[in-house]
C-alpha cells in the first residue's frame, strides 16, 4: 500500500505565502521517480505546477516561475512546494503525484494523494 498525504493548504492573502508538503509512505515503495505538484481550479483541468527529479532537477509552469519552489527529501519521501507572492489564480485544490516502483506490484505506477485546498482572497 502506497500513501501519498498532502499538508499546508489553506486561506492567505494577495501576496501572501504558503509552503504545501506531501510525504510517500507505505511499506512496498523500493524507489521514487519524479515528484509532481498539480493543481485544479474549479471548472478547470487539473494542470501540472512543478516538478522535481530524484536528482533535483525541476520544471515549472510559466504562470508560476519565480514564485513557486520545488524541493524534496528522497531520505525522507517528502515533496515541497514554496509559493511565494500568491494571487488569487492560484486558489485551486493542489495533488501531489509520485511515481513509485512498488515491491508488491514490482513495477512502476503513479499514485496521488487526497489534495489539499490552497485560497487566495483578501
Known amino acids: 500500500q502506497v500513501r501519498l498525504v498532502e499538508s499546508g493548504g489553506g486561506l492567505v492573502q494577495p501576496g501572501g505565502s504558503l509552503r504545501l508538503s506531501c510525504v510517500a509512505s507505505?511499506?512496498?515503495?523500493?524507489?521514487?521517480?519524479?515528484m509532481r505538484w498539480y493543481r485544479q481550479a474549479p471548472g478547470n483541468q487539473r494542470e501540472l505546477v512543478a516538478s522535481i527529479s530524484p536528482s533535483g532537477d525541476t520544471n515549472y509552469a510559466d504562470s508560476v516561475k519565480g514564485r513557486f519552489s520545488i524541493s524534496r527529501d528522497n531520505a525522507a519521501k517528502t515533496v515541497n512546494l514554496q509559493m511565494n507572492n500568491l494571487r488569487p489564480e492560484d486558489t485551486a485544490v493542489y495533488y501531489c503525484n509520485a511515481r513509485v516502483f512498488s515491491s508488491f506490484k514490482m513495477d512502476w505506477y503513479d499514485y496521488w494523494g487526497q489534495g489539499t485546498q490552497v485560497t487566495v482572497s483578501s
Open positions: 507505505g511499506g512496498s515503495i523500493r524507489e521514487v521517480n519524479v
